[in-house]
């Protein structure tokens, strides 16, 4: 049975106990006021769009949507209000979670749906990454059911005030430290500047070959949660009238149509309000390498002229 | 159940807890039952397979105990062949019959034999090598045979070393089994220390280090010879920190219930030769192959061609008891090559040292060590990659070293990943070099609770908790 060993340890861990939640709450607090005060970087977008967005046109998607949407000259070709909430790393989960918080506030005339061709494949990281929203779920209670999926017991561990600023500290110094050198457009879109040289296209060309080869042998198994949000995401717009577009925007070579890639035409199809582009097949950007900031993102001016034919194309349905 | 999970978390504050309540007569059983929940939460099933050997080494020892002559041989056998049978079938069928295909395909044969559509049960190598332990140390005359059926199945099965060691012997823990463990303050409090310190090692450094990791080895095809360094030394820290933060967790969680296991790394990169890195690193798994294998083969009492092989076979079978593929053999040689290496250069290297001051002699330390870590690190690539081919290609990239790395999601990611080896060495610095400042046990309470709450808000900030799984589990 317990004895006076054991008393002396229960009174000091309640102690202990006590301090600790002291402290979380101190460091939390603290935590919270500077990544909430910055007011550039991933962190302020992903702010801006949870707490803020409410325009005509939304943008979804991972960095390629950040970086491919221009926002103003999508807005000034269509004569309407935009915000582009694609952000770094980020898939399918990431993008309803964002779609379910701005669609509470304002219904959008249209959303344009980015999406990576490896979109519907395995990858635990996109689940993991939905932490992001983490700071986000007192204000956005709909947002627990999405970080439920980050582990078990994810919203118990919310009882933590500096948990859910786990992994910000550093960039949140960082952004409030140093200024961001690219071109800011407050509406979400960042562009990239830089260029792919000839020598680094080449290089890309010969491993992206190998890795294509290398794939087309592997067993890739298809993500099936990830088909329910995609499929959630569009049964949305759906639900509220919102004429949609997928796309996939330009890539710096031709991307073979594998079996995650070819599901999500397929399953778009069964949409009437949605379109579906994919220009990862466009000669008018595969291995046009002064478009692309690197390998995976078209530069500024690659953005731009993207954006101008998108718009043109959308202009059209309006 | 993972140890860096909310669910362990829970199990571990009620099982501590009713250990204490429960008489002394019943905790055997509310361990065991314990430790087959905690096991069946990967794979209910597998638990059969646990049963099967238990019943057969528990049997064995009783017989191998009473037996004489060549019938205590015959009771080990059938024991050993027991226990390697199931290692066979669950971890290296597959194997064998995909290098038999090889052959046949060389040969122009057909292999009709099937493959096992099977899982390998957690930690299958480190709850086997226990048990044959158990057998050999009977046989040997060294351990008398334990009767209790339930206190021999808790031996193999005791849940914070189940699934990752350390790997026991019965001369250590059997009699704790039995002793009985009384309330202790000192042991509650030091073992807790421990098991954040695992932590630490675990969700900060490890499992931060995997995201970099993880990006590069798939893929080898897609990264530059820097990228392919940097991977490899981050390689090199996260498997020590994921398995030696498993050891020290499993190592503080039993010793919260007063029993007390065996040292398993003891700063391992900090060694300045081959053999002390091996003496420092996965100590219980080395002990056993040096008692089992090495020693048995003659070790170091032979001629100088048969030591060297005997090193070998040691470090052969050590990679094939980390998994079955050419990729752990491979590494296992290349450690043979370095301890054959060692001893040839050792002679040289005495007759160096002695003409260095002590300055120099530090220097020359200093390059030893940093050799080791290269020749370490470079071993793991082998450990890591997924095929053979994946580790030359890598090895061949590495050409371009120089080149700008690829930092993956910029400072958010790299940036972690050197505040989480920056903060590691720094405190292992202490703990190697400076063991008198003992900052988590000093005795002025105010520093003591300082550093340990220092440490748990650097777990809680800078951790990962996603609930990454143990690298070590797989073997």
Avoid at chain 1, 172 to 195: Q, W
Avoid at chain 2, 299 to 307: D, E, S
Avoid at chain 2, 330 to 340: E, P
Avoid at chain 2, 465 to 471: A, L
């Amino acid at each position: 049975m317990l004895n006076n060993n054991a008393i002396l340890f229960f009174k000091k861990f309640a102690i202990f106990i006590v301090v600790v939640f002291a402290i979380d709450w101190l460091i939390g607090l603290g935590l919270q006021k500077l990544y909430f005060s910055l007011n550039e970087g991933q962190f302020a977008e992903t702010t801006k769009a949870l707490d803020k967005a409410a325009p005509d046109i939304l943008v979804f998607g991972s960095s390629r949507a950040q970086h491919h949407y221009s926002s103003r000259i999508l807005s000034q070709k269509l004569g309407l209000s935009i915000y582009n909430a694609g952000r770094d790393g980020q898939f399918l989960p990431y993008y309803c979670a964002v779609q379910d918080v701005i669609l509470q506030r304002k219904t959008p005339k249209i959303i344009i749906l980015d999406v990576n061709i490896w979109e519907l494949g395995p990858n635990e990281q996109k689940y993991m990454k939905l932490a992001q929203l983490l700071p986000y779920v007192s204000e956005h209670p709909v947002l627990r059911k999405y970080t439920a999926e980050i582990s078990e017991f994810e919203n118990l561990k919310l009882i933590s005030k500096t948990y859910p600023y786990n992994s910000t500290l550093l960039i949140s110094i960082y952004d409030h430290v140093f200024k961001n050198n690219e071109p800011i457009d407050d509406r979400g879109y960042t562009a990239l500047t830089g260029r792919v040289s000839e020598t680094m296209f080449k290089k890309y060309s010969a491993e992206k070959a190998l890795y294509d080869k290398k794939r087309a042998t592997q067993n890739i198994m298809i993500d099936k949660h990830a088909i329910n949000y995609y499929r959630q995401f569009l049964q949305k717009t759906k639900d509220l009238n919102i004429k949609t577009y997928v796309v996939i925007s330009p890539t710096i070579l031709k991307e073979p149509n594998t079996e995650e890639k070819s599901l999500l035409p397929a399953i778009a199809k069964k949409y009437s309000n949605v379109t579906f582009l994919d220009y990862a097949v466009d000669s008018t950007y595969n291995n046009h390498f002064k478009l692309f900031a690197d390998e995976f993102h078209l530069n500024e001016i690659g953005a731009q002229k993207f954006s101008k034919s998108l718009a043109e194309l959308i202009k059209k349905d309006l | 159940m993972l140890f860096n999970s909310l669910s362990f978390a829970f199990f571990f504050v009620i099982v501590t807890l009713l250990y204490y309540i429960f008489p002394h007569k019943n905790r055997w059983f509310l361990l065991l039952a314990a430790s087959c929940y905690f096991y069946m939460a990967f794979v209910p099933i597998y638990i059969l397979i646990l049963a099967f050997t238990i019943v057969i080494d528990y049997l064995a020892g009783i017989f191998i105990e009473k037996a004489k002559g060549k019938q205590k041989k015959l009771f080990l056998i059938i024991s050993l062949v027991a226990n390697i049978g199931v290692l066979a079938i669950f971890k290296y069928y597959n194997f064998i019959n995909d290098n038999i295909g090889v052959l046949a395909q060389a040969l122009n044969l057909h292999n009709n034999v099937p493959y096992l559509k099977i899982l390998l049960p957690i930690g299958l190598s480190f709850h086997t090598f226990q048990a044959m332990s158990y057998t050999i140390e009977i046989y040997r005359g060294n351990q008398k045979a334990e009767r209790h059926f339930g206190v021999y199945s808790l031996y193999v099965m005791f849940y914070p070393q189940l699934v990752a060691g350390p790997i026991e012997r019965p001369q250590n823990i059997l009699p704790q089994m039995h002793a009985k463990h009384e309330f202790s303050y000192y042991n509650l409090v030091e073992g807790l220390k421990q098991m954040a310190w695992g932590f630490f090692k675990k969700l900060v450094v490890a499992d931060r280090l995997s995201i970099y990791v993880d990006t590069v080895f798939p893929n080898p095809e897609l990264h530059n010879g820097s990228t392919v360094a940097i991977s490899a030394v981050f390689f090199a820290i996260q498997i020590y920190c994921d398995f030696s933060g498993y050891s020290d967790i499993a190592i503080g969680c039993a010793r919260t219930l007063g029993f007390e296991l065996m040292t398993n790394f003891k700063i391992p990169y900090y060694a300045k030769s081959i053999s002390e890195f091996w003496s420092k690193w996965h100590i219980s798994l080395s002990t056993w192959f040096r008692d089992y294998l090495y020693i048995p083969l003659g070790g170091n009492r032979v001629g100088k061609q048969r030591h060297y092989l005997n090193l070998f076979i040691v470090f052969i079978v050590s990679g094939l008891w980390h998994g079955a593929s050419w990729n752990f053999i491979i590494w296992g040689f290349l450690h043979g090559v370095y301890q054959v290496l060692a001893l040839i250069l050792k002679p040289l290297f005495t007759k160096f040292e002695t003409h260095l001051n002590q300055a120099a002699l530090s220097f020359w330390f200093f390059v030893k060590g940093l050799g080791v870590f290269c020749l370490v690190t470079f071993a793991w690539i082998f450990f890591r990659a997924h095929t053979i081919h994946d580790a030359f290609l890598m090895i061949k990239n590495l050409k371009s070293f120089g080149e700008k790395p690829f930092l993956g999601n910029g400072v958010n990611q790299f940036g972690h990943c050197l505040i989480a080896i920056v903060l590691l060495l720094t405190i292992e610095y202490f703990m190697a070099f400076k063991p008198q400042v003992k900052l988590f046990s000093h005795p002025n309470s105010l520093i003591r609770w300082s550093a340990v709450l220092t440490l748990l808000f650097i777990i809680l900030i800078f951790g990962v908790f996603n609930g990454g799984q143990f690298i070590y589990f797989q073997f």
